[in-house]
Nanobody
Framework: EVQLVESGGGLVQAGGSLRLSCTAS????????IGWFRQAPGQEREGVSCFTSSNDGSTYYAHSVKGRFTISSDNAKNTVYLQMNSLKPEDTAVYYC??????????????????WGKGTLVTVSS
C-alpha cells in the first residue's frame, strides 16, 4: 500500500520555525520526485517546495518561501523534510506531501502528482 505520512505541524508564533517530515512507503522512493504543497482556508492549493527530479537533486521553491524554507531528504529513511524558518501568519495552511514518478511539476496546484499524504496543519500566530 502506498503511503505518504506527514508530521511536524503545529502552532508556532510568527518568526518561529517548524520542520515537517514526509515518510514514504509502498513505492520505490528513489524513482519519485517528492514535494510539499499547501492549502490555506478559502484558497487554492499551491506548490511550496519540491524536488523537481528524482535523480539530480534539483529543487523548486515558491517565491513566497524562498530564503525561508529548505527542502531536504534522507533516502535511507524514505523521508523528505521541509525546514520552515521565519514563519509568517500567511504560511498558515494544511501542508501536504506529494510524489510524482521521475519529475514533479511544483509550480501549480499539483494536479500531476501521483500520490498524496493526508496533510499536517501549520498555524502561525501573529
Amino acid at each position: 500500500e502506498v503511503q505518504l505520512v506527514e508530521s511536524g505541524g503545529g502552532l508556532v508564533q510568527a518568526g518561529g520555525s517548524l520542520r515537517l517530515s514526509c515518510t514514504a512507503s509502498g513505492f520505490s522512493f528513489d524513482d519519485y520526485a517528492i514535494g510539499w504543497f499547501r492549502q490555506a482556508p478559502g484558497q487554492e492549493r499551491e506548490g511550496v517546495s519540491c524536488f523537481t527530479s528524482s535523480n539530480d537533486g534539483s529543487t523548486y521553491y515558491a517565491h513566497s518561501v524562498k530564503g525561508r524554507f529548505t527542502i531536504s531528504s534522507d533516502n535511507a529513511k524514505n523521508t523528505v523534510y521541509l525546514q520552515m524558518n521565519s514563519l509568517k501568519p500567511e504560511d498558515t495552511a494544511v501542508y501536504y506531501c506529494a510524489a510524482s514518478l521521475l519529475v514533479a511539476q511544483c509550480a501549480g496546484r499539483g494536479y500531476g502528482m501521483d500520490y498524496w499524504g493526508k496533510g499536517t496543519l501549520v498555524t502561525v500566530s501573529s
